[in-house]
């Protein structure tokens, strides 16, 4: 099993910053994949970003040059940079990783608020 924990959630105005961080552990040999996913009352839980083993990230077209993952190997732990925030990014965000195998694990949720 891979445990996921996230941290780096809070309350941002419009136009600010926050870093969002995600630390594995478990089996994390069986990982081949991370991302970023958000979930607005009322809404679907969306696609924010993703990131594979060698580093090729890909992003959902409302936070392309926005927001930037990356991953540092050696603290097991992927982040998600958010700048020029929306009130629109307001969401919990949650992480998860796609093992080997198809089995897909969530961490539990961070929330970001964007509001003046």
């Known amino acids: 099993q891979v445990q996921l924990v996230e941290s780096g959630g809070g309350l941002v105005q419009p136009g600010g910053s ?6 594995a ?13 958000r ?3 009322g809404n679907r839980r969306e696609l924010v970003a993703t990131i594979t083993n060698g580093g090729s ?3 959902a077209d409302s ?3 926005r927001f930037t993952m990356s991953r540092d190997n050696a603290k097991n732990t992927v982040y998600l940079q958010m700048n020029s925030m929306k009130p629109e990014d307001t ?4 992480c998860n990783a796609n093992r080997v195998g198809g089995t897909v694990c969530w961490g539990q949720g961070t929330q970001v608020t964007v509001s003046s």
């Open 63 to 65: 936070v392309k040059g």
């Open 91 to 94: 969401a919990v965000y949650y």
């Open 39 to 41: 979930q607005a009352p």
């Open 57 to 59: 990230t890909n992003y």
């Open 25 to 37: 552990s478990g089996s994390i040999f069986s990982i081949y994949a991370m991302g970023w996913y």
């Open 18 to 23: 926050l870093r969002l961080s995600c630390t």
